[in-house]
């Protein structure tokens, strides 16, 4: 029997080294994560007067509804933020004018503007008189859809008139519908196409003007495409609902669902509540079918990266801003960050060479200018919930640090026309003028950048021409003067000239910001009136999620610590015991347990207390200050006497509000 337990001393000596090895290294470990957890919970405290800013490193992996953001299957990608100004790095007008100039010059190749008025207004070229003249001109080639979309913009610009009233009567008369349903034929082939689905804001229109009301039911047209939906039972991009009969491509392509998903949401919106659910069938759709684990696939016969997310995502912010409360709502920004930031230019739905957006990766590199635009017109919108490393990189990305600047890369593109400023749509057409017209507007929205807070309130929309509409945006080249939507508690960085310009917005609305006529400085700035009530705007308080709760609470963390303490009483007990007993050999053993646990523990909290002096150097306290009657903010190591603490940034006078709390 002595023999038998001989032997067992042994194993068990072993298995008590083992167990305070892993206690040991575990409460070390812990205690680290639960250290980083409050440094990064100190990260979301931005309350006004006093703010902690962690720098952007590559310690810190951010959570976006608590899914680690990757790329693919390997470790979490890490953010560092680049040196500006490195040397031997192109500035932003090393390859010619500077940006401010550039969209003149893009604008005065601009030979026709008849089909651009939307566009025309927003960069000063035209008044928005001019959408009567347009209105007439469809109405004259008996282009009744045109008419509608005329409408539409125009409503968009807030301009209105008897004469697009009046064309807007015949439009409801006589574009065609459906024999069984009323909904509209929109193409040559007798189809309901989803890319017209700007004619269903004609029920509206209808009854707003008290005009063929029975002619435009919604309530019809709802049935209409409900009916192919559960027939076909998946989205299409065109139906004749009277046979009936559906189309779509590679199994239903991921903006075809979008696309539906919005007209059953504008029939929502329009009082026919049995949309809603339909609606959100074709987000389940997307999560069903087409979700990859990081990004959404263009079609369950095609997988990867598709551009086409501007007819998907901003659909989805508006169900879930409705109060839908969308499961899987954290998907949009991981996509979005996967696809256009996670790896600045190296992510997958820019072109290798081009820093431009790419049709298909990794099927087809068509170069696309109108992906470009949905791009950047995304990522402002959606800014505010990227992860603070995200955010990092689209400041890279739009300022060329270390990198190249993203309008440098519009310019050295081969959507460019060599040797002027004309564009074209994609890298297999022709210059044209719509084309040209649409880098003005790119280059217009990535001539901004973000450098604290939520930046711009860009509405919600599902084409670019919905988002920037003139209620919103302006760019006058002759006086040197924006306007743009702007969340409260946002410092931009502008770069239309040599030298970028930031600028504090202390109260959200929308601003008129004049430069000078070189562009490098800001002579004026007053905020013009509130966000318009009638338009949906990504409210970034409402819609982002809460963040990663810690690994374990602190509590926990010294339970287990406690744990650990009391097994070391255990075994000075047991060693004691086992010299009175004159077992000096387990005496011993028991000893030398104590002793590597002791190097293991003071080698663990070593290391902790490196990493956590490694994560104080990248914390720096900022603070608003008034100094030389501007307001900004600083790390409080800079303060000198005189500076004006501000303990909210929204204490301004009543003349300051009036101009923007500047």
């Not at 369950?300 to 839908?324: C, I, K, Q």
């Not at 905020?527 to 009638?534: A, G």
């Not at 909210?648 to 003349?655: E, G, K, L």
Request: charged share 20%.
């Amino acid at each position: 029997m002595k023999s038998e337990k001989s032997n067992k001393r042994p194993f068990l000596a072993f298995g008590i080294i083992a167990l305070l090895v892993l206690v040991g290294i575990g409460t070390a470990h812990l205690a680290i994560y639960t250290e980083i957890g409050n440094v990064q919970s100190e990260k979301t405290d931005h309350s006004p007067g006093h703010s902690v800013k962690i720098a952007r490193s590559t310690f810190i992996t951010d959570f976006v509804e608590a899914e680690v953001v990757q790329s693919d299957s390997s470790e979490p990608i890490r953010f560092p933020k680049p040196e500006k100004d490195l040397p031997g790095l192109d500035s932003p007008t090393s390859k010619g004018l500077p940006l401010g100039d550039q969209i003149d010059a893009c604008l005065s190749e601009v030979v026709s503007w008849n089909d651009l008025v939307n566009i025309g207004v927003i960069m000063h070229r035209l008044n928005p008189t001019d959408f009567d003249i347009w209105i007439i001109r469809k109405a004259g080639a008996f282009d009744w859809k045109g008419v509608l979309i005329v409408k539409h913009c125009a409503e968009g610009a807030g301009y209105s008139s008897r004469i697009i009233d009046d064309k807007v009567r015949l439009a409801l008369s006589n574009i065609p519908m459906f024999r069984k349903y009323s909904l509209p034929i929109t193409d040559s082939k007798g189809y309901f196409s989803l890319w017209d689905r700007y004619v269903l804001y004609g029920y509206r229109y209808a009854e707003e003007l008290n005009w063929e009301t029975s002619r435009w039911n919604k309530t019809s047209g709802f049935l209409a495409l409900r009916s192919v939906r559960d027939w076909y039972e998946r989205a299409f991009y065109r139906c004749n609902p009277d046979i009936p009969v559906a189309e779509s491509q590679r199994g239903t392509r991921w903006h075809e669902a979008g696309r539906l998903m919005d007209c059953f949401f504008v029939f929502y919106k329009l009082g026919v509540q049995d949309a809603l659910h339909y609606a959100l069938q074709e987000w389940q759709w997307l999560n069903s079918k087409l979700w990859l684990g990081n990004h959404f696939g263009y079609a369950p016969e095609f997988p990867n990266w598709e551009y086409s997310g501007m007819a998907v995502f901003p659909t989805v912010a508006r169900l879930h801003l409705d109060g839908t409360s969308l499961g899987n709502w954290s998907r949009v920004t991981i996509d979005l960050q996967c696809r256009y930031t996670s790896r600045s230019w190296g992510s997958p739905q820019w072109h290798e060479k081009y820093r431009v957006v790419e049709h298909h990766n990794p099927s087809n590199s068509e170069r696309r200018l109108d992906g470009t635009l949905d791009a950047w017109i995304l990522l402002h919108t959606f800014y505010p919930l990227f992860n603070s490393g995200n955010q990092t990189n689209m400041r890279n990305m739009l300022e060329g640090n270390g990198i190249t600047q993203a309008s440098v890369g519009l310019i050295e593109s081969d959507l460019r026309l060599a040797g002027t400023n004309a564009f074209r749509s994609s890298s297999s057409s022709n210059c044209s003028d719509w084309a040209t017209a649409e880098a003005a507007l790119c280059f217009f929205l990535s001539g901004i950048s973000t450098q604290e807070g939520s930046g711009l309130a860009i509405p919600l929309a599902s084409d670019e021409y919905d988002s920037l509409n003139f209620r919103h945006f302006e760019f006058d080249a002759v006086d040197h003067r924006i306007k743009i939507p702007v969340w409260n508690g946002t410092i931009l960085e502008f770069m239309y000239g040599n030298t970028p310009v930031t600028r504090y917005f202390g109260t959200t609305g929308i601003y008129d910001i004049t430069f000078a006529p070189d562009w490098n400085s800001i002579s004026n700035v007053t905020r013009v009136s509130d966000l318009y009530s009638n338009e949906v705007y990504l409210i970034p308080h409402q819609l982002a999620g809460p963040c990663a709760p810690p690994f374990l609470t602190p509590g926990i963390v010294a339970l287990l610590i406690l744990v650990g303490i009391a097994l070391v009483y255990v075994l000075v007990s047991a060693s004691a015991l086992a010299s009175f007993l004159g077992d000096t050999t387990e005496a011993i053993i028991i000893v030398a347990i104590m002793l590597i646990n002791a190097i293991l523990g003071f080698a663990q909290e070593y290391r902790l207390e490196t990493a956590i002096d490694e994560l104080r150097k990248y914390l720096s306290y900022t603070t608003a200050v008034l100094r030389d009657e501007k307001k900004g903010t600083i790390d409080t190591k800079e303060l000198v006497p005189g500076d004006c603490l501000l303990s909210n940034w929204r204490c301004c006078s009543s003349r300051d509000q009036a101009a923007g709390g500047q």
